[in-house]
């Protein structure tokens, strides 16, 4: 059972286009993240939004990307100008508590970038 | 920054063999989780670690945390075919999870 689903579950860019990955959660949650995934590399914490603002952001978060809730419901993840490395797995993740900190994520949006 | 390291990268299994992985962060952890990503899926949670010396047991699984909540084992007895795929440990600190590079498990049967 899905925590929260994503979609595309594919996206094909050229470089310098903007992409937007969408997130949509089964119910109602407080709390989201966004991560990457380089293939075969780690998973990296990108942003955490919580009550409509980002809560925290790492330093891959540049100005490059966004996020936003438009509608009370998707959750976004804005890429401005995709470079080559952006390709990757982006995932996105619901949170119960700030404080524990365990997440649920969802099955990924791969973006291929040429 | 925070870093959180795990070894080994890859771990190939006889079925029925016990293996352990390790996780250390350079900085003391809030909790640490662990996840199971199998190959072409997500990160699926597993459990969270929050005191000092914590063990916890999910069937053939064993996690540790450490007494400086500082490192992490998962130890894995009698391995299945079902155990294949890649665990990380996440560290919790800041409101932010850090993960390690993960460990890659294949099982000969």
């Known amino acids: 059972e899905p925590e929260v689903t994503q979609t595309p579950s594919h996206q094909v860019t050229q470089m310098g286009q903007e992409v937007i990955l969408r997130c949509v959660p089964i119910s109602n949650h407080l709390y989201f993240y966004w991560y990457r995934q380089i293939l075969g590399q780690k998973v990296e914490f990108l942003v955490s939004f919580y009550n409509n603002e980002i809560s925290e952001k790492s330093e891959i978060f540049d100005d490059q990307f966004s996020v936003e809730r438009p509608d009370g419901s998707n959750f976004t993840l804005k890429i401005r100008s995709t470079k080559l490395e952006d390709s990757a797995m982006y995932f996105c993740?619901?949170?119960?508590?700030?404080?524990?900190?365990?997440?649920?994520f969802g099955p990924g949006t791969r973006l291929t970038v040429t | 920054g925070q870093q959180v390291m795990q070894i080994p990268q890859y771990q190939h299994v006889q079925e029925g063999e016990d293996f352990t992985t390790y996780c250390n962060s350079s900085t003391t952890l809030s909790n640490i989780q662990w996840y199971k990503q199998r190959p072409g899926g997500h990160p699926v949670f597993l459990i969270q670690?929050?005191?000092?010396?914590e063990v916890k047991k999910q069937k053939r699984l064993t996690f540790q945390f450490g007494e400086a909540k500082k490192n992490s084992s998962l130890h894995i007895t009698a391995t299945q075919t079902t155990d294949v795929g890649t665990y990380f440990c996440a560290g919790f600190r800041d409101y932010k999870l850090s993960f390690g590079a993960g460990t890659t498990v294949t099982v000969r049967a």
């Open positions: 993740a619901r949170g119960i508590l700030r404080d524990l900190g365990e997440q649920y």
């Open positions: 670690l929050v005191k000092s010396g």
